[in-house]
């Protein structure tokens, strides 16, 4: 396993097109989670899934994002309509919680860079 | 609501030095976890060391350890003999129960010759 994979690694989008992320978990890791890190920021915690249920959204995530995860495997992260605001990169991290075994910490993907101009 | 705080923004060292990068937190919890994650530049977030509240014994990763003080919600990084490799930034993090990340907003350390 290669780790957590994210897709694209860079995109630029003008200001009111829909853009669409992808995340690849660590294959047996149940929790997946979404975050969006601006600069000179933080990390800020976006949504997480336990294998295909989205079980927390923060307030941060207006309607116009919307995550998914079928299966419990692959999540995407679509925005749409996008603003400058929305420029960012966006982290995708996963982990194995509750299976019997030692709870695994986040693994990170190296994130996808959205510019919108 | 829990919060992170990590006071310096930028912190620099000698190779082969010690330093110390500074986390507070705030929380109603009894039971957390505390994370040091390292995210070098354009590299992806890696896990540097964790502690769990309920252990008193502070956590140590060969030339990482922490200065965990419960009660003051402190939760310090040591780095000793520095090397190049550990440019990077560096973020505290605070999480209850397996759940999310709370991050601090990050120390930038530059490790020179």
């Known amino acids: 396993d290669t780790g957590v994979s994210q897709d694209p690694r860079h995109k630029i989008t003008k200001r009111g097109q829909n853009v669409t992320f992808r995340c690849d978990p660590i294959?047996?890791?149940?929790?997946l989670y979404w975050y969006r890190q601006t600069l000179g920021q933080g990390p800020e915690f976006l949504t997480y899934?336990?294998?295909?249920?989205?079980?927390?959204k923060s307030r941060l995530l207006s309607d116009r994002f919307s995550a998914e995860r079928p299966k419990g495997s692959f999540s995407t992260l679509e925005i749409q309509r996008t603003e400058q605001g929305d420029s960012a990169m966006y982290l995708c991290a996963s982990s194995l919680v509750g299976q019997g075994a030692r709870d695994t910490e986040a693994f990170f993907g190296q994130g996808t860079r959205l510019t919108v101009v | 609501a829990q919060t992170v705080t990590q006071s310096q923004p930028e912190m620099s060292v000698q190779e082969a030095e010690t330093v110390t990068l500074s986390c507070t937190y705030d929380?109603?919890?009894?039971?957390?976890?505390l994370f040091w994650y390292k995210q070098p530049p354009s590299r992806q977030m890696i896990l540097v060391i964790r502690?769990?509240?309920?252990?008193?014994q502070n956590a140590t990763e060969n030339r990482f350890s922490v200065n965990f003080q419960k009660a003051a919600k402190s939760f310090s990084l040591k780095i000793s003999d520095s090397q190049l490799g550990d440019t990077a930034m560096y973020f505290c993090?605070?999480?209850?129960?397996?759940?999310?990340?709370?991050f601090g907003t990050g120390t930038r350390l530059q490790v020179f010759p």
């Open positions: 929380t109603s919890e009894s039971n957390y976890y």
């Open positions: 899934f336990q294998n295909e249920a989205q079980l927390e």
């Open positions: 993090a605070f999480s209850y129960n397996t759940d999310k990340l709370i």
């Open positions: 294959s047996e890791h149940n929790r």
């Open positions: 502690q769990e509240a309920y252990k008193q």
